[in-house]
């Protein structure tokens, strides 16, 4: 039975990027997979007497300090993507694996 005027099915408004929206969904989740399938990220380390921790945690990245760490150590966060939480009391960056390898090549720089 169709509407008003005699119509059927979805309007094509409704069905517009479907298939996009599929198909990014199905690359987020292969990602997801492939992340939880390497090694966990969690190591620890001191920078200018103020010790760090870093792991994986909610689907975010996060890197805690036991003190305020310098502007330095902040502006090299901030560069790489991470945002300060005030809820965890840390710096977070969605996990991805862009993120990771950033991650990884920043805690060199530090």
């Given at each position: 039975?169709?509407?008003?005027?005699?119509?059927?099915?979805?309007?094509?408004?409704?069905?517009?990027?479907?298939?996009?929206?599929?198909?990014?969904?199905?690359?987020?989740?292969?990602?997801l997979?492939?992340?939880?399938?390497?090694?966990?990220?969690?190591?620890?380390?001191?920078?200018?007497?103020?010790?760090?921790?870093?792991?994986?945690?909610?689907?975010?990245?996060?890197?805690?300090?036991?003190?305020?760490?310098?502007?330095?150590?902040?502006?090299?966060?901030?560069?790489?993507?991470?945002?300060?939480?005030?809820?965890?009391?840390?710096?977070?960056?969605?996990i991805?694996?862009?993120?990771?390898a950033?991650?990884?090549?920043?805690?060199?720089?530090?």
């Amino acid at each position: 039975e169709g509407d008003f005027c005699g119509r059927e099915g979805y309007p094509s408004y409704k069905l517009t990027n479907n298939s996009a929206t599929i198909r990014t969904t199905k690359q987020r989740i292969e990602e997801l997979e492939a992340l939880h399938n390497q090694a966990a990220l969690s190591e620890q380390g001191c920078i200018d007497s103020v010790s760090w921790s870093l792991y994986e945690e909610d689907g975010r990245i996060k890197v805690t300090f036991d003190a305020i760490p310098s502007e330095e150590v902040r502006k090299v966060l901030k560069s790489n993507g991470f945002k300060w939480s005030r809820y965890s009391k840390a710096w977070v960056r969605k996990i991805t694996a862009n993120a990771v390898a950033t991650t990884r090549y920043m805690i060199q720089q530090l």
